[in-house]
């Protein structure tokens, strides 16, 4: 997947650069991959592209926004397709995430997990496609959609004190539904959603022993892959459907 860093606003609006796996600096320093000429950007912002997940750190001296919420400094959220960086009052930035034809599908996992409620969850999604067989094309992807609803509901199981990752695959299952039955615009809001929940539970502090574990922090990641295809197969104008 191909990451691209378009500049809207600011004195080097129109500008866009592609963004190469690993880590980008962005600023006016010497040390900066991508130069921007702002002269109210103090500091460093660091963006990390790894299998087709941005990751944006937020190293400058004050107070910034990523898709209109505050930003503190020091932290590192996930940059979603479409969403808006602001690191000052003129420049705005811009992620546009897409298919290069480079990404390759995974090969399964060795051991699956399987749930009751994951089972439960999927069988809603079989329920919602049409019975005459109508729409039940899958859409193209290099996740599969089973394999992000098993994890969603493993690390729902895992927590189910913490209401955000609780939600996500009830969220998840509901936008497939849509999807499946070509509800466009409803399939959109609906994925949206379980972005921003998505975003609020990785973000969210947790103490020490509370942290993600590697399998947990995989299966957020191929739900990040996953939404961020979708949202740009079914935004407005996009010719896939």
Known sequence: ???????????DAGRTYKLAPGVTNVGRGPNAQIRISDPSLLGTIT??????????????????????????PGETRTWFHGHELQPT???????????????KAKDPKTVQWIFTAGIGLCALIFLAMPADGSGTEEPKSNEKPE???????????????????????????????S????????????????RDTLVLCESR???????????EEAALKAAKRLI??????????????
């Open 179 to 194: 999807e499946l039955r070509k509800r466009r615009a409803e399939a959109f809001d609906a994925y949206a959603r379980f």
């Open 147 to 177: 394999l992000v609803q098993a994890g969603l509901t493993q690390l729902a199981t895992a927590r189910p004190s913490d209401t955000t990752a609780a939600a996500l695959p009830k969220l998840f299952a509901s936008a497939r539904a």
């Open 228 to 241: 961020n295809a979708r949202l740009i197969a079914l935004s407005p104008g996009n010719s896939e459907y």
């Open 205 to 215: 502090p947790r103490k020490a022993a509370d942290m993600f574990s590697a399998q």
């Open 89 to 103: 009052a003129d420049t705005v930035m811009v992620m546009q995430l897409g298919s290069d034809g480079s990404d």
């Open 47 to 72: 963006i990390e592209t790894t299998g087709g997940v941005v990751r944006v750190r937020h190293d400058l001296p004050h107070q910034i926004y990523l898709n209109r919420q505050s930003f503190p």
């Open 1 to 11: 997947m191909s990451a691209q860093l378009v500049l809207k606003g600011g004195p």
